[in-house]
């Protein structure tokens, strides 16, 4: 696994979530009980802990922005992070496997 395949994935999901206005975000992730903001966020948190991990940081909590707009940006600086960190390939991969997961529960 790759840093380019990670940026592909988060590509894809970007591309998807990208154009979404406050009422999809509100709406319910896949049947859950959880909305589509708090799962990409999720996704957002895991990505930052993996980044903080591969750089032998102290994890930080990412902040939760007044508008889901902002998400997607959120989702590419933490990704962004996670590849200049370096990790080994199962943290990419693993990394990969939680962002096509979140796109598929969309």
Partial sequence: MS????DRAVALLVRQVGHWQQPRWS??????NVSRADLVHKLV????????DAAGEPRREVPRLPS???LP?????????LALAA???PVLAGAVDAVTRTRTTL
């Fill in 27 to 32: 709406a319910p992730a896949g049947g859950g």
């Fill in 45 to 52: 948190q895991e990505l930052a802990n993996l980044a903080a």
């Fill in 87 to 89: 990790p080994p390939a």
């Fill in 68 to 70: 889901d707009l902002a």
């Fill in 3 to 6: 840093a380019a395949e990670l």
């Fill in 73 to 81: 940006d959120q989702l590419r600086v933490v990704a962004a992070d």
